[in-house]
């Protein structure tokens, strides 16, 4: 009701402006198509001699016939939703509204005159009332786009004009005109537009809503310098990765804030109509598309199902819950050693997902007792394994750790998914565990293992997903370049020319779920990342993003391989021979290579035997379990050396 009273008191006045244009436009048609003249007349001794201007009986006919036109028009202009349109806003589609409008109204008068017979207008009158009709009515309502304009343009000038930032948007096409329209009408943007740059040269020297486009992407510098620019806004959502990637490290030497606006689908999918301007993050920086999932293909895997996700509390576990409610499984399950994070996550799914059947249980993938009895329980449909130990230098120097941890809590999964019927495992695995070097990168190499041995005795489908650093995760390097940063410096890299293959928490997630989906049994995923990057080239957009100068503002300091660390990392080994095509254009299939099972099960019973207790024999294992593992941890955990006894402390 409200709201109906609101609408009531926006749209009555305009009906009022409405019929008082209606009205004088017809008027006025008379009076120009009659000389000018209202009506005189020629009078002499007492005797009309003449008369000049609108003949009377046209009169009686305007007056007559008028206030069933204002009817037609007012009706006609409800129709056409006049009334529901909020004019400060207009642009081409409400000049198209009006155009419309009026000329099915006028239209309709014209029909009704004729159908009258007499009294009716001439046809010069109905033309020039059309006219003056349709120029009066899109005057009134533009009129509140432009006072909305001045206002803008009077707080600007106002004082508080040192509050708003000298803006340069780079692209000159659809979505750069929306910027500099949203920015020139909405003072919230707190953003004056003053140039713009483009690749196109047909573009350069015209004008985008009063703004100038004076060059590509290499004036960049120039122009920012010169139009005293303190905020660059990428508007080229379209365009390449690569290009764009290319065009933010020009801007990222410019000192200025950069600002970047999202794709036409995230647009859609956020369910927004404003254009959301955000803050340039590392990701984009990346130089290669987003992956976005096949939602009918995973869809029905997902929907209705009993889904588990062991080390759900962690960074990828978590955004891998946050996806697969979105496909409204019968059942999700969090099982996590942490507690903190489990606790953070259930209320945030809770809240985001209030119909969602959550179990939040709390334990570890070491202890079977504990897993069986969750299995038996909830019966997952599909597993999706992502509790391990992650952090190199760590399990260099815990190695029994890694094991214990990443291969028998691994093989406890894939044993109970096995016993109690689940239709699908997916293991999150790594790059690391390609030609390992460090305990960590092996011990996931085993993970797989243990997924090709099951693929083949289960019925269930066992799967792994092999993929590079994830962005932002915990323990990544990003969050440790920020902390960095924000302490002013400097910024640690172990090495000029170490490179990694990067992704987004989202797309690591994406990839998980999307394999899932595509799982027949034993296969390895593996995602096309693009090219590896620097991780000082990281570092270095990172400080600039940040606002500083590298190495003059926060200074880069190399600090030296780490034990278990190597320049670069591989997604195949060679002995898998090249990649498979998958559906999915960015996701591959590493061929699965033939081990001895036989010997592969006693050596992971020898493994668990030595485990915690005697690293050296450990690692000798390891070593017959993964041949191409170069890695030496055996004398870094103190608490698994032999003892005098012969026995460790575990």
């Known amino acids: 009701m409200k709201n109906r009273r609101v609408s009531l008191l926006y749209s009555v006045p305009q009906m009022l402006v409405d019929i008082v244009?209606?009205?004088?436009?017809?008027?006025?048609?008379?009076?120009?198509?009659?000389?000018?003249?209202?009506?005189?007349?020629?009078?002499?001794?007492?005797?009309l001699l003449s008369t000049r201007g609108v003949p009377l009986y046209y009169w009686d006919s305007y007056f007559e016939l008028m206030p069933w036109c204002?009817?037609?028009?007012?009706?006609?202009?409800?129709?056409?939703?006049?009334?529901?349109?909020?004019?400060?806003?207009?642009?081409?589609?409400?000049?198209?509204?009006?155009?419309?409008?009026?000329?099915?109204?006028?239209?309709?008068?014209?029909?009704?005159?004729?159908a009258l017979g007499n009294p009716r207008f001439p046809n010069g009158v109905y033309v020039m009332g059309y006219l003056l009709m349709l120029f009066l009515l899109g005057v009134f309502r533009f009129s509140f786009r432009l006072i909305r304009r001045q206002r803008r343009k009077y707080k600007l000038s106002s004082k508080d004009k040192a509050e708003f930032n000298r803006v340069m948007v780079i692209g000159a096409g659809e979505m750069g005109s929306m910027v500099i329209k949203e920015m020139k009408t909405a003072p919230e943007s707190k953003g004056i537009p003053v140039v713009a740059i483009d690749d196109d040269k047909t573009k350069r020297g015209t004008r985008i809503h009063g703004v100038r486009v004076v060059g590509g992407r290499e004036s960049i510098p120039k122009m920012a310098l010169r139009y005293n620019v303190d905020q660059i806004v990428l508007a080229i959502p379209s365009s390449k990765k690569k290009d764009q990637q290319d065009i933010l490290s020009i801007c990222a030497k410019t000192g200025c804030s950069l600002k970047t606006v999202p794709a036409l689908y995230e647009i859609i999918?956020?369910?927004?109509?404003?254009?959301?301007?955000?803050?340039?993050?590392?990701?984009?920086?990346?130089?290669?598309?987003?992956?976005?999932?096949?939602?009918?293909?995973?869809?029905?895997?997902?929907?209705?199902?009993?889904?588990?996700?062991?080390?759900?509390?962690?960074?990828?576990?978590?955004?891998?819950?946050?996806?697969?409610?979105?496909?409204?499984?019968?059942?999700?399950?969090?099982?996590?050693?942490?507690?903190?994070?489990?606790y953070d996550l259930q209320n945030e799914l809770l809240r985001q997902f209030p119909n969602l059947?959550?179990?939040?249980?709390?334990?570890?993938?070491?202890?079977?007792?504990?897993?069986?009895?969750?299995?038996?329980?909830?019966?997952?449909?599909?597993?999706?394994?992502?509790?391990?130990?992650?952090?190199?230098?760590?399990?260099?120097?815990?190695?029994?750790?890694?094991?214990?941890?990443?291969?028998?809590?691994?093989?406890?999964?894939?044993?109970?998914?096995?016993?109690y019927g689940t239709k699908r495992m997916v293991l999150i695995s790594t790059d690391k565990a390609v030609n390992p070097t460090n305990i960590m990168g092996a011990t996931k190499r085993i993970c797989e293992l243990i997924i090709q041995y099951y693929s083949r005795r289960s019925k269930t489908g066992f799967v792994a997903v092999r993929f590079g650093n994830v962005l932002g995760s915990n323990g990544s390097v990003i969050p440790l370049f920020k902390r960095q940063i924000a302490s002013g410096g400097p910024v640690t890299v172990t090495h000029p020319d170490i490179i990694r293959y990067f992704m987004t928490i989202p797309e690591a997630a994406r990839l998980v779920i999307q394999a899932g989906g595509m799982a027949r049994g034993g296969e390895i995923f593996v995602l096309d990342m693009g090219e590896p990057v620097?991780?000082?080239?990281?570092?270095?957009?990172?400080?600039?993003?940040?606002?500083?100068?590298?190495?003059?503002?926060?200074?880069?300091?190399?600090?030296?391989?780490?034990?278990?660390?190597?320049?670069y990392e591989e997604l195949l080994l060679d002995s898998e021979g090249g990649c498979e095509k998958t559906s999915h254009e960015l996701i591959y299939i590493g061929k699965p290579i033939e081990f001895d099972e036989e010997a592969f099960l006693d050596n992971l019973e020898e493994l668990r035997k030595y485990m915690g207790i005697d690293n050296k024999k450990m690692m000798q294992v390891i070593h017959k379990l993964v041949p191409n593992y170069t890695g030496h941890a055996e004398k870094s955990d103190l608490l698994a050396e032999p003892s005098e006894s012969g026995k460790g402390i575990e």
């Open 357 to 419: 059947n959550l179990e939040v249980l709390i334990g570890s993938v070491r202890d079977k007792k504990r897993l069986e009895r969750l299995f038996e329980i909830c019966k997952p449909d599909v597993v999706f394994h992502a509790a391990a130990h992650k952090h190199v230098p760590l399990m260099e120097l815990s190695p029994g750790e890694a094991v214990k941890n990443n291969v028998f809590g691994t093989l406890n999964v894939a044993q109970a998914a096995d016993k």
């Open 534 to 567: 620097r991780i000082v080239d990281l570092a270095r957009n990172l400080i600039r993003l940040s606002g500083f100068e590298p190495d003059e503002d926060i200074k880069i300091v190399y600090t030296g391989l780490r034990p278990g660390e190597k320049l």
């Open 269 to 342: 999918e956020n369910d927004t109509q404003n254009i959301s301007i955000r803050d340039v993050d590392i990701v984009d920086l990346l130089g290669r598309d987003e992956i976005r999932l096949n939602v009918e293909e995973i869809s029905d895997y997902l929907k209705g199902k009993s889904v588990l996700v062991t080390g759900g509390g962690g960074s990828i576990g978590s955004e891998l819950c946050r996806q697969i409610a979105f496909f409204s499984p019968a059942r999700l399950v969090i099982f996590d050693i942490y507690e903190n994070n489990a």
């Open 70 to 114: 204002v009817i037609v028009c007012i009706l006609t202009f409800i129709v056409a939703k006049f009334y529901n349109t909020m004019w400060q806003f207009a642009s081409l589609d409400e000049l198209l509204q009006i155009f419309f409008g009026v000329t099915a109204a006028n239209i309709l008068m014209v029909l009704m005159g004729y």
């Open 21 to 47: 244009c209606i009205y004088f436009s017809y008027f006025l048609a008379f009076v120009l198509r009659f000389d000018g003249l209202v009506y005189k007349a020629v009078w002499q001794d007492g005797v």
